[in-house]
Nanobody, 123 residues
Framework: QVQLVESGGGLVQPGGSLRLSCTCS????????AAWFRQAPGKEREFVAS????????DYSDSVKDRFTIARDNGKNTLYLQMTNLKPEDTSVYYC????????????????WGQGTQVTVSS
């Protein structure tokens, strides 16, 4: 069983930055592939970025490419999402997602979810 806990959300002005964290327990992060998804009120869940097993590869949605960076510290069992040049349309609840068999993507979600952290981009 894998437990995921997100943190780091908050209120930020347009153009600002935030770093989200997702701490993994129950299994070493190096053995799972992980991703970030987001969901805004009234909208469907959206894939944001993924990190393959051991972090060897990454993938991003077009909407965040060149602004967001996914990274992991396997020694700390923590996944990160560095968000820069934030826009109001980035306002969402951000969720950490992980799986020990597949790489989560916009086509497939992983088995394990965190509880989410709210990011609000507003002046």
């Amino acid at each position: 069983q894998v437990q995921l806990v997100e943190s780091g959300g908050g209120l930020v002005q347009p153009g600002g930055s935030l770093r989200l964290s997702c701490t993994c327990s129950g299994r070493n992060l190096v053995t799972v592939a992980a991703a970030w998804f987001r969901q805004a009120p009234g909208k469907e869940r959206e894939f944001v970025a993924s990190s393959s097993f051991s972090g060897a590869g990454t993938d991003y949605s077009d909407s965040v490419k060149d602004r967001f960076t996914i990274a992991r510290d396997n020694g700390k069992n923590t996944l990160y999402l560095q968000m820069t040049n934030l826009k109001p349309e980035d306002t969402s609840v951000y969720y950490c997602n992980a799986d020990h068999s597949i790489i989560p993507s916009d086509a497939r979600i992983g088995l394990y979810w965190g509880q989410g952290t709210q990011v609000t981009v507003s002046s």
